[in-house]
Every structure is written in C-alpha cells, then in structure tokens.
C-alpha cells in the first residue's frame, strides 16, 4: 500500500485513505490534490466474516475504514434507540449504476492540466480505487456548458448528408478521447447515454428573437421530424465508428417549457408530452430501432415534480410504450423528494411496464441561492450539498431509481465554463492557473460510498430503519454476494449509536457522527440468485417507523 500526501487547508496530512484533518470549519471539506498525492479508497480486500465501514464526515474523516463484527447478542433498546434491520431476502430493482456528464466544459478544464493531472481526475473517477463510476452522460452538441453553440449538420441538410462532428468531440482533450480514457479505466464497461438540449435553429419554431438556439418547439412538419430522428442516429453512428458504443439516448434536455423569468436562457427545445410521445412513435423509435436495436430510449429526461402525470401521458399509448426503454429524472425543483418517482413506478407496474427502468439522469449543486444554498456556483467544500446529494440519492434508490447522474464531471472555480453565464458547482474543481492542482470536494465522496461499493448488477434489498430519529439508508447486495448499506446522518448535531440486524448473521454495534455517511459491508448469507421478491410485493423499502 503506497503512503499518499494530501494537503487540506494547506496542512499536510498522511494515509492511504484520507483524514480532512480537524480544520474542516463550519462545514467546509475539501482535499487539495495531486497526481502524485491525493487519497484513493482503501481496498476492501478478503473480508472474512468482518463488518467493513468506510466513513466521511465533517469533522475529518475521508473513506477512513474501520472493521467490526457481528454478534449473536442483541444491544439494549437503553443505549441504543436505533436500528437497522437489513433483510437480504426481499428484492427488488437491478442497479444501472451511478456517474457523470462529459460535458464540453469538464473538457475545456482538462485541457488546461497536465496531462498527469488530467489522468489522475480521470483515475479518481472511474479507476479501481477512486469512485468506479459506471455511468456517463454525453451532451450531443452543444449544451449551456459549452463555450459557444453549435451543431453538426448545415443549414438545410434534411439527409444529414453534411453531418460532422466537430473540434469539442474529436479534437484534442474532446469529448471522445475522454470517454475513450475512461473507458480503459472501466473493466466491466462504461454505460454512455446521449442527451440534447435543441435541435438547430432552422428546425425549429417560435425560438426566442434574441438567440434562436433558446427556446422554440421542433417544426411541426414531418419532414424536420424525419431529419431529427436521422440526426440521433447519425450522431450514434459517427462515434461508433471511433470505438464508442452508447446505451442509451434521451429524447430531450428538460423538455418541459418553463414560464416567464424562470426560462432558459441556454440551448433548449421545447415538448408537450403528447409532442414528444408523437415524435418517439412516429419518427425516432423507428429509426433508431432500424440503425441503433440496442439503444435504450429514455423519455422524460426533466424534473421529477412533473410525474407520473408527463409518463402517463406518453407511456399510456402502447405504440409509444413499445420504444420506451427507461424514464430519466432531474432533481432541481425537487431535490430529496422521490414521491413522485415511486408513484411513478406504481403505475408503470399497474399498466405491465415495470421493465421500464427509472434513472437520474441529471443533477448538481449551485444551481439556486434558495434551492442549493448560499449561492450559485461553487463553495468550496461545503458539506451541506454533499449532503443534499446522499438524501437525494437514497430516495431515489428507494423509490425505484436505477441509478443517478451527477452534471459536470469537473469544472472551474467559478462553476464553468458556461457561455450562458449558468455556472454550478461539481465535485471535483480545478484552477486552469494550477495545472497540476484538483480539488475534491464532499459530493465526490458521496459519490463514491455509492459508486464505489455498488456496481451495476447489484440489486437493492430490503432495509427497515427504526428510532426515535431515524437515519436515512438503502441497502443492496452485489454480484459478488456482499450486502453493501449506505447510512447518511444529515443532523449536523447528534452522534447517532445504533445497530444492524441481519438476521442471517446477527447484530453489529455501530455508530454514526453528525454529519456523516457511512458505507458498511459485509458477505451475504447466501447468494444473490437465491433472493426473490415476488410482483405483488413490491413496497418502498426504507421504511421509517
């Protein structure tokens, strides 16, 4: 095991997993990193019949691991007021994975950095010890994380005879040789899913007067329909024949027309759900079932406040229904609220479309003063969106999420580049001043106790949480046959002292600090093909009593 240098606050600190040290002030976390000294996750390693918890929090620990084991005692209801009870026989949804976006943004910091740095953001991602992330998003075009806006075919090109690729995919530090590099860094594959945010101006109608790549509906002629759908398809084509295949695509970037003040001023495209279902039936469902079968397509791509009714109005037409692989969700109206999204679920199961998968397909941090607090943009190592992103992920899990998607893999330190001035935060920042210096942050360590211990395959399984202030949890067992538990304590006050039962291996003593996420595994008592849950049973499994 090699010894790494990490430096928090500009205090050197020591360790193979990493310790924020006891400068993290008023919830502000953050490593300072290298290519040649930065933490990694420590491996699990043969775990025997041991409990392994890997800890974060906001008094210092970063990935530290610790071992316990189980018990056949129970502890007292007197020292210990909550529990867990973890039921590996109950199952229920298969995980996709967890990831990010390769937006042209995340591209344009990269290429700022040596090429040894760059590596490194790339390894903590998606190599062995960093956060082994299985998903990513591609932006097909441009998008509001772009430098300026653009398309790949000329004006007038029905038969996308014109179509190209440009220098913000095939160019140096592009996106295609990013995703190539993670690529090689992922064994089991990386799952890749496509999303646009407008079709060109020429296509469309009733774009904004300012800028005609804002805003508008797809003109309602056949003939611009036919050369959109042909546009995906060509789209897929074109980065195939440079070695990258993609799983999925989305039929549009938040779809949804917002009112007055609250729209875009960035690239976008408006649908009605009955437009959008019309467009996947008639013209894209077709054409990628003919050039791109194993394309998933996935509906919906907006926020989750809008279903079940938006899924509703599409998936209820069965011609529709028979593209429709999967329904992707966005966080920002929402954030930590799923309600709608196991609604959603519900219903799907209620019309025989319970194949139809749900996965976040975008979300991040500094979007809003009010939403994503203090402001918009970064603030560097605030705990407190970490945080936000592990309550938002457990509920989605919980509510039938297959998976979820940060937004930009890395960005400035002011939140871009973005030509539309729509900075955000991300997990990991870097400084184009510093070409050797990332910075990461607490939602890359939230990330990471999910993506890290939970590849795609896993399946999640049935947690109970009990207490007089019960912790946020979901728990699922793997293809390797571990049972992985993730445990956030959002109180920034209270130490909590609980334990887990598992009723194949008894009790295990733990705790949790305020302010804190834990990722616990340990083995299964029998393997993954052996658990079951029937159709009829299919609750919401993080019960809190």
């Known amino acids: 095991m090699s010894m790494n240098l990490l430096v928090f606050f500009g205090i050197a600190v020591v360790g193979h997993a990493a310790h924020f040290s006891n400068n993290c002030k008023s919830g502000y976390c953050y490593m300072q990193c290298t290519a040649d000294n930065c933490d990694s996750v420590p491996p699990l390693g043969d775990i025997g019949d041991d409990v392994v ?31 867990i009870e973890v039921n590996t026989t109950r199952r229920f949804q298969k995980i996709e994975g967890f990831g990010g976006a390769f937006t042209d943004a995340v591209s344009a910091n990269l290429a700022t950095l040596t090429p040894a740095t760059r590596n490194a953001i790339l390894d903590q991602y998606f190599g062995a010890q960093g956060a082994r992330y299985s998903i990513g998003r591609v932006p097909m075009a441009s998008c509001d994380f772009s430098t300026h806006e653009y398309a790949y075919v000329a004006e007038g090109d029905f038969a996308a005879n014109s179509f190209n690729l440009t220098k913000e995919d095939v160019g140096p530090v592009g996106k295609l040789d990013l995703v190539k590099a993670a690529m090689d860094k992922v064994p089991n594959g990386l799952k890749l899913f496509a999303s646009v945010w407008t079709a060109p101006p020429w296509m469309k109608v009733g774009a904004s007067s300012k800028d005609p790549w804002v805003g508008g509906s797809l003109n309602a002629n056949s003939t611009y329909h036919e050369a959109w759908a042909l546009y995906f398809s060509r789209f897929l084509s074109a980065y195939k024949s440079h070695g990258v ?109 319970d194949d139809v998968f749900i996965l976040g397909t975008e979300a991040c941090s500094g979007f809003s003063a009010f939403l994503s607090p203090p402001h918009v943009g970064p603030v560097l ?87 007089p202030m019960s912790l946020d949890c979901a728990g699922f067992v793997t293809p390797d046959g571990l049972v992985v538990l993730v445990v956030a304590n959002s109180n920034s006050l209270v130490h909590k002292k609980f334990y887990i039962h598992d009723p194949l291996h008894g009790y295990v003593d733990i ?17 993954i093909e052996t658990i079951h849950v029937s159709d009829s049973d299919r609750p919401m499994e993080t019960i809190h009593v």
Do not use: C
């Open 511 to 527: 705790s949790v600090k305020a302010n804190s996420i834990q990722t616990i595994v340990w083995k299964a008592g029998r393997t």
């Open 381 to 467: 190592g605030s705990w407190m969106r970490g945080q936000s992103y592990a309550s938002d992920i457990i509920a989605d899990i919980n509510s039938w999420a297959v998976g979820w998607t940060d937004w930009n893999l890395v960005l400035d330190m002011s939140g871009g580049p973005n030509h539309a001035g729509n900075v955000v935060d991300a997990p990991i920042l870097v400084d184009p001043k510093q070409p050797e210096v990332f910075y990461k942050q607490p939602m890359y360590y939230v990330m990471a106790h999910f993506s890290h211990f939970v590849p795609p395959g896993s399946v999640r399984i049935g947690t109970t949480s009990t207490g």
């Open 53 to 83: 918890v890997y800890s974060t929090d906001s008094s210092g620990d970063a990935m530290a691991r610790r071992t316990l084991n189980f018990t056949n005692v129970r502890p007292s209801s007197w020292s210990h007021w909550q529990s």
């Open 245 to 353: 295949d993609f799983w999925g695509v989305t039929v549009q970037n938040e779809p949804k027309e917002l009112p007055g003040l609250l729209q875009q001023s960035w690239e976008t495209m408006f649908y009605t759900p009955e437009e959008e279902a019309a467009f996947v039936k008639n013209f894209l469902g077709p054409q990628l079932r003919k050039d791109h079968p194993t394309v998933k397509i996935i509906v919906h791509d907006d926020q989750k406040g809008y279903l079940p009714g938006a899924v509703q109005t599409m998936l209820a037409d069965k011609d529709v229904a028979q593209f429709v692989d999967g329904i992707g969700i966005h966080w920002y109206m929402l954030p930590g609220q799923s309600k709608s999204v196991a609604e959603t679920h519900e219903w799907l199961v209620s019309q025989g479309l």
